[in-house]
Nanobody
Framework: VQLVESGGGSVQPGGSLGLSCLAS????????MKWYRQTPGKEREWVAT????????NYQDSVKGRFTISRDNVKNIVYLQMTSLKPDDTAVYYC?????????????WGQGTQVTVSS
């Protein structure tokens, strides 16, 4: 399993940024995909989830109405479109998937991509 994020960067408050996560090594179209984020000194926190068929999404309350998670099951990419960004959104953003093998769950993370919101 490999997850590779891209698209991070620096943006001013109120700006927009899009993240991508290219997945490989597993049945992407059958997996729930998630985005998490983490700031120094804090635990990694869940941001958003998209269902395998892209018809159900869930968001952390603080990003509802501003972030949109989606996926392309042909290209094996999950996206996170972020708008109206705030300084509190500054974090390293991670793509995540859980897979099961022999009855046990395995967690897979990307390497992370930095998002900085600052004036």
């Amino acid at each position: 399993v490999q997850l590779v994020e891209s698209g991070g960067g620096s943006v001013q408050p109120g700006g927009s940024l899009g993240l991508s996560c290219l997945a490989s090594g597993f049945d992407f179209s059958g997996a729930y995909m998630k985005w998490y984020r983490q700031t120094p000194g804090k635990e990694r926190e869940w941001v958003a989830t998209v269902s395998p068929s892209n018809d159900v999404t869930n968001y952390q309350d603080s990003v509802k109405g501003r972030f949109t998670i989606s996926r392309d099951n042909v290209k094996n990419i999950v996206y996170l479109q972020m708008t109206s960004l705030k300084p509190d959104d500054t974090a390293v953003y991670y793509c995540y998937v859980q897979r099961w093998r022999n009855g046990a769950p395995y967690d897979y993370w990307g390497q992370g991509t930095q998002v900085t919101v600052s004036s």
